[in-house]
């Protein structure tokens, strides 16, 4: 039997729900070894550490705690520590087969580099999702790890075509479902049968849950602080639970913006853990989010979602889930809000294929390729 040795690259947070899955679907298939590779970009105890505990993800055999910088310092270490760890091959020895990366966070992109220039093949899980909005750095990480991997798994139709229509052939195209979706929906009863909405004094449907941390949200004062100001307004109408993304206080600090925070019905607090935050969206009435994951998580629970942002990479939450795009217009928020609350706004279906098997088609293809 050949082994294939699959350097396996998580960074972010929105990055361990999507590997989770695949290396449980890998386990199956004992000619296939996963190293699980962690990059250090984040690094918080609640944004990372919490997540391997919730999820029942293996420890990363290796991390390279890259931290945080500007664009440019972050993706430089990570190149820097990817190519080293990919040359030196598994830990086991003998050298790598494949890198797989999932998303579109720095990491992805950084080591999606390092592999390609050492000739090792790159498995892109999420692959072919265009916002077409270059000003967004995830647009760029998704363009440069799409066109320089061979192995394209693609979590809903618009991604298909768009890699089409930059040239992959066929035979690199897999449509094969949405791994953030089979962690959900593996792990939807243990969220809920925790206390977290009793330890917030929340009861189901009866309060919304807001995020945000999309530097075209949180990094001008004002965008930001007209932004808290049309949340706390719709906060009188329905409560919201808003955990906060670092990057978001930091700049809420910055701008002196944390006392806009509080009043009416915005409860502020800290992030929250992958099983606390799903106890949290699958009984809210609404989520008002510019995250992408949450957009595609709503979809899949058939909760509203109100997304502050003017585009989407993900149209089929949109055209067939139950987001709207609102881009940072108040007075549309309140209307769909007041949709929401009134019972008039769309219901939303879950796309083909988010089934909470799409890891499991994954590791299929790749034990495939192996024989
Ligand atoms: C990253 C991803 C984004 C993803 C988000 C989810 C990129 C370009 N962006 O954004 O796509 O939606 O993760 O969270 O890769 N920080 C901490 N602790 C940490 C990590 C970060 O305090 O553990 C703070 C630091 O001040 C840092 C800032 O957050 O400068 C931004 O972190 P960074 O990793 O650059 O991007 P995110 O905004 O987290």
């Not at 055999?61 to 080293?84: D, N, P, Y």
């Not at 760029?140 to 229509?165: F, M, Q």
């Amino acid at each position: 039997m050949t082994i294939r040795n699959l350097a396996c690259v998580v960074g972010a947070r929105p990055n361990f729900m999507k590997m989770a899955p695949l290396l449980r679907a890998l386990a199956a298939y004992p000619r296939l070894r996963p190293v699980l590779i962690h990059t250090g970009q984040h690094y918080d105890e609640n944004l990372s550490d919490v997540f391997f505990e919730d999820l029942g993800m293996k420890r990363p055999e290796i991390c390279l705690e890259v931290g945080s910088g500007k664009h440019g310092e972050q993706t430089a270490r990570i190149l820097e520590r990817v190519e080293a760890v990919l040359e030196q091959g598994p830990p086991g020895g003998g050298r790598y087969d494949r890198l797989i990366v999932v998303g579109d966070v720095n990491s992805t992109m950084a080591a999606a580099l390092a592999a390609t220039k050492l000739g090792i093949p790159i498995a892109h899980v999420e692959a072919g999702l265009r916002s077409f909005d270059r000003t967004m750095p995830e647009e760029i990480n998704r363009i440069v790890t799409d066109a320089i991997s061979d192995l394209l798994l693609v979590s809903e139709p618009a991604g298909l075509e768009n890699l089409r229509r930059e040239g992959h052939p066929e035979s690199q195209l897999h449509l094969v479902g949405n791994v953030m979706i089979d962690t959900l929906l593996h792990l939807l009863p243990k969220a809920q049968a925790r206390d977290t909405l009793a330890r917030h004094g929340l009861r189901p449907g009866d309060y919304g849950v807001v995020t945000l941390h999309r530097p075209s949200n949180v990094d001008r004062p004002e965008v930001l602080g007209p932004l808290l100001d049309v949340l706390r307004e719709a906060s009188d109408d329905l409560r919201l639970v808003f955990p906060i993304h670092p990057r978001t206080r930091q700049r809420l600090q910055r701008f002196g913006l944390m006392d806009r925070l509080h009043g009416n019905g915005l409860a502020p607090m800290a992030p929250l853990g992958y099983l606390d935050f799903l106890a949290l969206t699958s009984q809210a009435r609404l989520i008002v989010t510019d995250s992408g994951g949450l957009q595609e998580e709503s979809t899949a629970l058939g909760v509203p979602c109100l997304t502050m942002r003017a585009n989407t990479e993900r149209p089929i939450t949109v055209e067939l889930g139950t987001s709207t795009l609102i881009g940072n217009d108040a007075e549309a928020l309140q209307t769909r809000l007041r949709e929401v609350l009134a019972g008039t706004y769309k219901r939303g279906e879950r796309p083909a294929l988010w089934d909470g098997r799409a890891a499991e088609r994954i590791a299929a293809i790749l034990d495939r390729e192996a024989a």
